[in-house]
């Protein structure tokens, strides 16, 4: 699993539906300080990866004053990302062969969002499969990549 973690001042993610001209709709929203985390899954994913990320994601000390979410309660809004997993190495169209396909990766986002609630995390999300519009306010700018 790979995760784009970023401290915000505030984050949201809308859908954009397939309607010519609708307004994106808000379906995950934090106010204030928090983490923006983006989800990639790849093929070899577990429940125990997903696990791992979780706990991880909870206690790493990212905060103001080096404090982490379960310090200080502050929220967490996960949104899949498969390109986290496109390989642009080659040629000029990024390819996705590392990322794991929709019912393989859903399930293991849900659990890193389930195993999140299960630690006492405030957690919003975004629409797996869904076209999002995501914007954030980046504190600091503080952003890290982990890699489970």
């Not at 949104?79 to 496109?86: K, R, V």
């Not at 405030?122 to 700018?141: C, E, K, Q, Y």
């Amino acid at each position: 699993m790979r995760a784009v973690v970023q401290r915000v001042d505030g984050a949201s993610v809308s859908v954009v539906s397939g309607v010519s001209g609708s307004e994106p709709e808000t379906v995950g929203e934090i106010t204030g300080e928090g983490l923006c985390v983006l989800v990639g899954v790849t093929h070899d994913d577990t429940k125990e990866k997903a696990a791992r990320l979780a706990a991880k994601l909870w206690s790493i000390r990212m905060l103001d004053g080096e404090k982490s979410c379960s310090e200080t309660d502050a929220p967490l809004l996960v949104i899949s990302q498969f390109t986290l997993y496109g390989d642009a190495r080659k040629g000029r169209r990024p390819t996705w062969n590392a990322a794991a396909p929709g019912p393989v990766a859903e399930p293991l986002v849900d659990e890193v969002v389930s195993r999140l609630r299960a630690l006492g995390a405030t957690v919003h999300t975004g629409s797996f499969g869904a076209h999002m519009r995501v914007s954030l306010t980046n504190d600091g700018p503080f952003t890290v990549l982990l890699d489970i």
